[in-house]
């Protein structure tokens, strides 16, 4: 069965340090999404892309994140300088661009800012 | 915000059938009603969506009442591979998954 990649699955860094993440999507999905989830509480939408254009960043931190799909497919998912708040599980989904069909997320990057 | 009222948390027994209740008195006509659940320190996994009529998988049902207002998710056997927090969520078209607190479903031997 067809899977969302993610990688690393855990990530220590210092703070102040670079951190970046890889998303592979399902084959032939178009809709990209990056969701980060602070333990206790449920995933919260960071950026969503259709193709390789950003379709919402509105609740992307720009002045320290970024996220890139330069040719459609995997993804990029930035953040520097890392800061101790930004400790977190942050999770890859995709779906295909039908309207109302399901998507399917990895198992996601645990990110731990010391 | 999420447009959903699930309750915090709710046990059930291990064989038994677990029904999970969600209200959505908001929704519109073109949203659905999905279903995904968490299992501890892994990616969200989707369950099973649907518009107005009930619907069933290998993993679970859908009841969604007439009035579109609340639905419930009924787990037929319970396993305590089961056990998770389960999110219900509305939404239209292509728009992102917007997640609330969800319920957390503790299967009990």
């Known amino acids: 069965e067809a899977e969302v990649a993610q990688s690393p699955r855990y990530k220590i860094t210092e703070k102040s340090q670079a951190v970046a993440f890889w998303c592979d999507p399902i084959s032939g999905h178009a809709t990209l999404y990056w969701y980060r989830q602070i333990l206790g509480q449920g995933p919260e939408l960071l950026v969503q892309?259709?193709?390789?254009?950003?379709?919402?960043d509105s609740q992307l931190p720009k002045d320290r994140f970024s996220a890139e799909r330069l040719k459609g497919v995997d993804s990029t998912l930035k953040i520097q300088p890392a800061e101790l708040g930004d400790s977190a599980m942050y999770l890859c989904?995709?779906?295909?661009?039908?309207?109302?069909?399901?998507?399917?997320f990895g198992q996601g990057t645990r990110l731990t800012v010391v | 915000d999420a447009k959903t009222t699930q309750p915090t948390s709710m046990d059930c027994a291990e064989g038994r059938a677990a029904n999970l209740p969600c209200n959505h008195s908001?929704?519109?006509?073109?949203?659905?009603v999905y279903w995904y659940r968490q299992i501890h320190s892994q990616g969200p996994q989707y369950i099973i969506h649907?518009?107005?009529n009930n619907e069933t998988n290998e993993m679970a049902s859908l009841i969604i009442t007439e009035d579109r207002k609340s639905s419930t998710l009924i787990l037929p056997h319970a396993t305590l591979r089961d056990t998770a927090v389960y999110y219900c969520?509305?939404?239209?078209?292509?728009?992102?998954?917007?997640f609330g607190k969800g319920t957390r479903l503790s299967v009990i031997a």
């Open positions: 989904a995709s779906k295909t661009g039908t309207a109302n069909t399901e998507a399917f």
């Open positions: 969520i509305v939404k239209a078209g292509n728009t992102p998954l917007v």
């Open positions: 908001t929704i519109s006509g073109n949203e659905y």
């Open positions: 892309f259709q193709d390789e254009s950003v379709v919402d």
């Open positions: 649907g518009l107005k």
